[in-house]
């Protein structure tokens, strides 16, 4: 079994910063790639950024200049920077993960419960 835990959400103000957190457990051989997506009330859910195993990021236009992706891969976890954070950035944030579990034949996608960030005005 894989889970994906995520942390670090909360109310902040315009302007304002938040880390999120979300680390992999399991029995895992190997996390391809990882990344971020959020869903806000009343829209479809967006990608936010993604990262690859060695590191190449890809950023929302929308959030680029702002928010900043990460990960310790020995840790198994990926992290995202949120930075001058807007009112419209109010989501809940799911962390998202390509893993390759021990034994199985190929790769699937997985995916953490979501936190929730809001950011008033």
């Known amino acids: 079994q894989v889970q994906l835990v995520e942390s670090g959400g909360g109310l902040v103000q315009a302007g304002g910063s938040l880390r999120l957190s979300c680390v992999v457990s399991?029995?895992?051989?190997?996390?391809?790639?990882m990344g971020w997506y959020r869903q806000a009330p009343g829209k479809q859910r967006e990608l936010v950024a993604a990262?690859?195993?060695?590191?190449?990021?890809n950023i929302a236009d929308s959030v680029k200049g702002r928010f900043t992706i990460s990960r310790d891969n020995a840790k198994k976890t990926v992290y995202l920077q949120l930075n001058s954070l807007k009112p419209e950035d109010t989501a809940v944030y799911y962390c998202h993960a390509d893993v390759w579990r021990t034994g199985a034949v190929s790769s699937y996608d997985y995916w953490g419960q979501g936190t929730q960030v809001t950011v008033s005005s």
């Open positions: 399991g029995r895992i051989f190997r996390v391809n790639g």
């Open positions: 990262i690859t195993s060695g590191g190449n990021t």
